[in-house]
């Protein structure tokens, strides 16, 4: 666990379907934290635009952003422990996230906002997605998938874990805890 009184942000970061809310909700129990999910921010606006099959663009994206760098900011600084499900999907999102810590120096990627990517193969993902819009349980519809899957990126030099995101939740929340805690 974070210690010295300093708080840490795990960001859970990958496209939708990638596991971020089960396996967030998984790792705050285990780790005594509390559990953002992103998608809970989103203005009603951005929803609705999702919903109907077109994707955000950066005007939707970068206010939603900004307010969950300003929730990772209050819980840093009061010495908690926070995990936050985000799709984060490029470097400048991810920078916006990492900036919640005050200490932050812009492309230095030692931050005590960490990212998880949850790796999942396209397959799959549209599998989980089609199951979750049969259910009714997500506003995300599969069609969007393809233009996340290519929004994503990924830069070896902001040293963000990778975890297979088809293993078990409990492999996947061990994994992060002996990775990151």
Request: aromatic share 4%; proline share 4%; with cysteine.
């Amino acid at each position: 666990m974070a210690s010295n009184n300093k708080g840490i942000s795990v960001v859970l970061m990958g496209v939708s379907g990638s596991g971020k809310s089960t396996i967030g909700e998984l790792l705050a129990r285990a780790t005594n934290s509390s559990f953002l999910d992103a998608d809970d921010f989103h203005p009603k606006s951005n929803k609705e635009k999702m919903g109907k099959g077109i994707p955000l663009l950066d005007e939707d994206r970068i206010p939603w952003l900004e307010t969950l760098r300003d929730a990772l900011r209050e819980k840093l600084l009061s010495g908690k422990v926070v995990i936050l499900g985000c799709s984060a999907l490029q470097k400048k999102y991810r920078e916006i996230l990492r900036s919640a810590d005050p200490n932050y120096e812009l492309g230095k990627y030692t931050s005590l906002v960490k990212f998880v990517l949850l790796d999942v193969p396209a397959k799959v993902l549209a599998a989980r997605l089609e199951k979750r819009a049969a259910e009714g349980l997500h506003f995300m519809p599969a069609a969007l998938l393809q233009s996340q899957i290519d929004l994503l990126q990924l830069d070896d030099s902001e040293g963000i874990l990778r975890v297979d995101g088809t293993l078990s939740p409990q492999e996947i929340v061990s994994t992060i805890q002996a990775s990151v805690f």
